[in-house]
């Protein structure tokens, strides 16, 4: 397993190479660039002074050589400095990082908390009402659209009840109560959105469980209900969940971002935009960078996770690798 898992994270770091590259070239070819549009609107700066400070940024350089720069920079951990937000990257990236993580990491436990129950009682009264109920609760969450979701959270529920914040975010020190009172709506937004999926992926793994050889077994010899569904059908059925977990987290900044905006929230997702559309290259490319991190990281999280749950997985690769 460590073998493996070591062989995967050397893959990882090519493969955020290669992202790297790709995304400085696509970032480099947009028109204009920082200095162009710092100095856009000034009728007093002339042509030699844009061309010094150019010179002095190293944009007047061939862009594969500012690429190898920036990247001996990064990999030393010199990010650079934000020309947006007039600080340096480092100081940026974590409060909005784990802003972000906030929203993410905790509606996505509540959504599993609801949906792995829900699931299940769909599998165990297949082609019921419960099930039809439970399945039309599904669809609607994956059909309506984020940001009018978001919208009737404001509308109904944020400003009849004033003590329930419709934007922003708790200051620093400010206590639980009060960043519990920020996260309730842009929570339960992401919360209400995930739900469904989640759902979805777990009664249809159920049902594929509940008609395997072995559960035919474990009934012929007269298992419990109880026993049948989470003594052995729920530890397999969680297999199919668990890619769906890990590709979730890959929405960790560009999913939110809808939510971030109209919940004003400071995450990765707004950030990332707004650095994209500013052309501020420094923070936009170590965004995008941990926005791939974390996507590869959650996928080698899910393959050592099959492991756990399923002995009969193991890390060797071939035909009976993850």
Not at 3 to 28: C, D, H, N, Q
Not at 118 to 128: C, E, F, Q
Request: aromatic letters at 10%; glycine letters at 10%; proline letters at 5%.
């Amino acid at each position: 397993m460590l073998s493996y898992t070591a062989r995967r994270l050397a893959e990882s770091l090519l493969v955020l190479l290669a992202v790297s590259f790709a995304s400085y070239i696509l970032i480099g070819l947009m028109p204009g660039d920082p200095v162009d549009l710092m100095f856009a609107d000034d009728p007093e700066i002339t042509a030699e002074d844009i061309a010094r400070l150019k010179a002095l940024y190293g944009l007047d350089r061939p862009l594969l050589e500012r690429y190898g720069h920036w990247l001996a920079n990064a990999v030393s951990g010199e990010f650079g400095y934000s020309r947006l937000y007039q600080q340096p990257v480092g100081d940026i990236l974590m409060p909005r990082l784990l802003a972000s993580l906030q929203l993410l990491g905790t509606s996505t436990v509540l959504g599993l908390m609801l949906a792995i129950p829900l699931g299940v009682l769909a599998a165990a009264r297949a082609n019921s009402a419960t099930d039809y109920g439970i399945n039309l609760f599904c669809f609607a969450g994956i059909s309506v659209p984020p940001f009018w979701l978001a919208l009737m959270l404001i509308a109904y529920i944020a400003v009849p009840v004033a003590w329930i914040p419709a934007g922003g975010s708790a200051e620093p020190g400010s206590g639980l109560l009060e960043t519990l009172r920020h996260m309730l709506l842009p929570v339960l937004a992401l919360t209400l959105a995930e739900i469904g999926g989640f759902t979805r992926f777990m009664r249809g793994a159920m049902l594929q469980t509940l008609g395997q050889d072995y559960m035919r077994t474990a009934r012929a010899k007269g298992a419990s209900a109880r026993r049948q569904l989470f003594g052995h059908a729920l530890r397999n059925a969680l297999l199919p969940l668990v890619t769906v977990i890990a590709l979730s987290f890959g929405t960790l900044f560009s999913g939110t971002l809808i939510t971030e905006a109209i919940f004003s929230w400071p995450g990765m997702g707004v950030m990332i935009y707004e650095a994209i559309m500013g052309n501020d290259y420094n923070l936009a490319l170590i965004g995008l960078m941990i926005a791939t991190a974390f996507t590869l990281l959650a996928n080698i999280a899910a393959d050592i996770a099959y492991a756990a749950l399923d002995p009969r997985i193991t890390a060797r690769g071939g035909d009976d690798g993850p």
